[in-house]
């Protein structure tokens, strides 16, 4: 179809064939970030603003007797100092009860009669200058006297951590099927116990917040958010705001990982006392504040017991899930409890369970999703059990694996806990990992190591990576000269979303790529959504876009002239479940229980994919954090609460030269629950890498007789692993050090 321009050319539609999805296009972003020239929250200018830093709890709990600001309030530059005293009546951020909430807890902006967790704001300074602003905060005296034991954390001690002492506040039980009896009869039954650490998600840029006040009562707010609708809607709710008077901008956001996906007591201060002065004010997280009060993740606790019958057959689960949350819940903070739980018994065909799950508070740092947000939990429990059952019986963990997965003709399926795996071929997917990687040459080769002494393993896992449900929406515009703009309701930290969206958009309307402008994160120039997170975006947000163009192009083709709107509110069928199967193949050194990752292999089923080198980028970092969860990240408190892991000088993050030879491979099964038929590939690798790892090294170590690890894999771990297995095992004595090293 033609129209004219004003011109006089014809933008055209529908006239181009080549499809551009599929296509490793550049990310048109990518130029300016990688040469300096993004534009981060920081970066914003404020006229004449006001620096905000805050006095934080040195106790995890305690009761505030008096807070002293005299000498913060004299001090140069400094305009006030805020205490909950001073702050009046504040909401209470909105919390998704996916498990409701038994216990609900409050939500203090700064605290309030108790202290909570080290490194809780208790008081908020606002000076002229960030220094000025930060050296006032120091000088604020808080009194306080201790209140008792705290609570153990969860994955957060190194060593026999509990949960005594915490309180519960949300829990959920599955069961289906007479799972005693089958407990009772079966030729096999294998357990577990998995610690796992707590997380920094520590992104490049830490949260940032810019709030720029006008007369009367506007605010424009640059937040470094994965959902800034989500930040206007509830800042609203919190400072009882008119949202139209509120736009909230997420510019170019350093790395988010579930961390920013809610909202903060630090910045809604922040909007706060810019109504109060009626002045801009900024806030930015140092490294230390980020470690202190950002959400962590993980530090899930869990159990888990598999009934497999003679033939290896999978026939009941088991499993206790404990995920902790802090003394405070974001948005998110009840996912990783419910995730960890729900997918569950993952890829396999499992009829018979009985799964436990439940958050409980500690008076630590709040805990929310971060990549993966439960998904890697459940994975991480099922492939230990899954790898425990090959000893077992004797079978390898391809053919374990292999006679447990969901056939094809199964899908779509209903698993135990309620959810519809919605598509894929599992078995197929595994074959071609094993296949691709010449599996059975690389056990010979393995077992030829050993033969030599040395620790050669190989690991395997399967993971599933449930995609987010619900809705997104885009806004696409064709004007008078045939430009086409898509704005979209979601919004990006780094994944190219401007370039894949433009993809779908030229697809649909059949134009060339160049025609297409996409915009996000913006409340002003966006239509209301809900953000990047979840492995959602491109599945939801991608078919709002896809679905909005053909409603153009329909319009178009029905004669309407130009220059044409269409919204669309797009609801997805059901959860996208992506999948993927990782071999890993290890060595340990004896010696000193140094973990060599020497080769990694991934293949994953992503569904339709948009952009072939975004989603390599994805399962690229993803595996990147996994290692890191694997093999060194945790974060540490002492038994007072005290944070011991406050910088990346103790907390470590994997580096480049970690990283392994890792390759990817993909498998396309179409979702039918999105239009667009993609699933979600964010957080594979984080999801299947630890488990693979983690198999793999065991499996280096079980010549010693190791059969249970916990993560982090460090050097000195695994080497008091080793050391306990030969002074254990009688065999092992025999295989002195000397005969097993070089
Ligand atoms: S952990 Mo994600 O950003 O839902």
Redesign the pocket.
Same mark, same amino acid.
């Given at each position: 179809m033609e129209f004219a321009d004003s011109k006089g050319k014809s933008p055209s539609v529908g006239q181009l064939t080549d499809k551009s999805i599929g296509r490793s296009l550049h990310d048109r972003r990518a130029r300016s970030l990688v040469t300096g020239h993004g534009s981060f929250t920081d970066d914003v200018r404020l006229e004449n603003p006001l620096h905000l830093a805050f006095t934080r709890s040195p106790c995890a709990d305690g009761v505030i007797e008096a807070i002293d600001t005299t000498e913060a309030r004299a001090m140069t530059g400094v305009l006030s100092v805020i205490t909950a005293a001073n702050l009046g009546s504040v909401g209470k951020l909105a919390v998704n009860e996916i498990i409701p909430l038994s216990e609900p807890l409050p939500w203090p902006v700064l605290a309030d009669g108790t202290l909570d967790a080290v490194g809780q704001p208790v008081a908020a300074v606002l000076a002229e200058t960030l220094l000025q602003a930060a050296d006032a905060a120091d000088a604020v005296e808080i009194g306080f006297r201790e209140a008792g034991s705290v609570s153990q954390s969860p994955g957060a001690q190194s060593h026999n951590s509990n949960f005594a002492g915490s309180q519960s506040v949300a829990a959920k039980n599955w069961r289906q099927g007479d799972v005693a009896s089958i407990f009772d009869a079966a030729a096999h039954v294998v357990s577990v116990r998995v610690q796992h650490a707590r997380l920094a998600p520590a992104s490049l840029e830490p949260r940032s917040i810019a709030v720029r006040y006008d007369d009367p009562g506007f605010f424009t707010i640059w937040h470094s958010t994965?959902t800034p609708h989500r930040t206007r809607e509830q800042l609203a709710a919190i400072l009882d705001l008119d949202p139209q008077k509120v736009r909230v901008i997420a510019t170019d956001v350093g790395g988010?990982? /579930?961390?920013?996906?809610s909202l903060y007591p630090e910045e809604v201060m922040a909007v706060w006392a810019a109504r109060h002065f009626g002045r801009s004010v900024r806030w930015v997280a140092s490294r230390s504040d980020d470690f202190l009060s950002a959400t962590q @993740?993980r530090g899930v606790e869990s159990s888990g017991a598999l009934a497999v019958d003679r033939d290896g057959h999978f026939l009941a689960l088991r499993a206790d899930v404990q995920a902790p949350v802090g003394r405070w819940l974001p948005n *998110?903070a009840l %996912?990783p409890a419910w995730n960890a739980a729900r997918i569950l018994p993952g890829p396999y065909a499992v009829n018979a369970i009985d799964i436990k799950t439940q958050a409980v508070a500690q008076n630590l740092a709040p805990v @929310? %999703?971060? !990549? /993966?947000?439960g998904r890697p939990e459940a994975c991480f429990l099922m492939e230990r059990l899954v790898e425990k059952a090959a000893l077992a019986t004797g079978l390898s963990p391809c053919e374990i694996r292999q006679r447990n997965l969901l056939p094809q003709e199964a899908m779509p399926r209903t698993t135990p806990t309620g959810n519809t795996l919605d598509s894929g071929d599992y078995r197929r997917l595994l074959a071609q990992l094993t296949t691709g990687a010449d599996y059975a040459a690389r056990v010979v080769a393995r077992n030829t190591a050993r033969g030599f002494g040395r620790l050669r393993g190989l690991g395997l896992a399967f993971y599933l990576e449930p995609s @987010?449900d619900g809705w997104e929406t885009a806004r696409v515009t064709m004007d008078d000269h045939g430009a086409v703009l898509v704005a979209s309701g979601s919004s990006a930290q780094g994944q190219a979303r401007e370039t894949a969206y433009a993809q779908i958009a030229a697809d649909a309307l059949g134009i060339e790529i160049e025609r297409v402008t996409v915009v996000c994160g913006d409340t002003e120039t966006a239509p209301a959504g809900i953000g990047?997170?979840? *492995? !959602?975006a491109t599945a939801i947000g991608g078919s709002a876009v896809l679905e909005a163009c053909r409603k153009l192009r329909d319009r178009l083709a029905k004669g309407e002239g130009l220059p044409i709107t269409v919204d669309v509110k797009y609801r997805n069928k059901g959860q996208a479940w992506g999948y993927g199967a990782y071999l890993i193949e290890v060595e340990v050194d004896g010696d000193t229980g140094e973990v060599q990752v020497l080769e990694a292999l991934a293949v994953d089923d992503a569904g339709v994919v948009v952009n072939p080198a975004f989603a390599e980028g994805q399962i690229r970092g993803g595996f990147a954090q996994g290692l890191g969860e694997a093999l060194m990240e945790r974060i540490v408190y002492d038994d007072q609460g005290q944070l011991l892991t406050g910088s990346l000088m103790d907390y470590a993050l994997p580096r480049a030269d970690d990283m392994p030879s890792l390759t990817v491979q993909t498998m396309e099964t179409a979702s039918p629950m999105n239009s667009l038929g993609a699933k979600g590939v @964010?957080?594979a690798g984080t999801i299947g890498a630890p488990a693979a790892i983690v198999n793999a090294v065991i499996d280096a170590l079980s010549p010693l007789g190791v059969t249970d690890l916990q993560m982090p894999l460090t050097p000195h771990r695994v080497w008091q692993a080793i050391q306990q297995a030969r002074s254990d095992s009688p065999a092992g004595k025999s295989d002195s050090k000397e005969s097993s090293s070089i």
């Open positions: 994965q988010a990982f /579930g961390m920013k996906a @993740g *998110s %996912i @929310g %999703i971060y !990549r /993966g947000a @987010g990047a997170l979840a *492995s !959602r @964010g957080e």
